[in-house]
């Protein structure tokens, strides 16, 4: 095989360039890998700083304690609660209470009375505006109740006892078929 001059040179320049992009890739992976380094020693810094500002804020709080307990001691003398100062059951809190004074307001007390068709759910019966009649029940086998007014509701208020029984009275307004 005759190998000329240009023929050598050729070779050699692809040499030469074949060894440069060796060093390159190399460089390149030496660089990438002191990159990685550099961000995990950054990290590193920044919970190191994470955890020097945790302990000063706990060394803060515990000299803040001290503080106050010596000025608990010295001005204001409280004391943890002991076991003993505990109450076990609703009755011993019971017997804390007093009588109620002469002058003292009377308790408000709160009663409602509903029908036995209202008992059903919490939701009055659904009224006519134009004819003034109870609608249909709605498909869950609902009984239909009498609208409320006004006087029938303070009627059943104002009795403690035994309910009366609502009586259906016709909306205000309403026509009649």
């Not at 920044?46 to 302990?55: C, E, I, T, W």
């Not at 003292?104 to 709160?110: F, H, T």
């Amino acid at each position: 095989m005759n190998l000329t001059r240009d023929r050598v040179r050729s070779i050699g320049w692809f040499a030469v360039l074949t060894v440069c992009g060796a060093l390159v890739l190399a460089l390149t992976f030496r660089v990438n890998a002191v990159k990685s380094q550099v961000r995990l020693a950054e990290r590193q810094i920044v919970a190191l700083r994470q955890d020097k500002m945790l302990l000063e804020t706990e060394f803060e709080t515990r000299a803040n304690q001290q503080q106050l307990k010596a000025l608990n001691e010295v001005e204001f003398g409280y004391e943890a609660p002991t076991a003993g100062q505990y109450l076990e059951s609703e009755r011993q809190l019971a017997a804390y209470g007093k009588a109620r004074a002469p002058g003292a307001p009377e308790p408000i007390r709160v009663a409602s009375a509903a029908s036995p068709a209202e008992s059903d759910s919490g939701f009055p019966a659904m009224v006519s505006p134009l004819t003034g009649r109870v609608e249909a029940a709605a498909s869950n086998g609902a009984v239909p109740r009498q609208p409320t007014n006004a006087a029938g509701l303070q009627d059943r208020l104002s009795h403690v006892g035994d309910a009366p029984a609502a009586k259906p009275q016709p909306v205000k307004g309403a026509r009649s078929e």
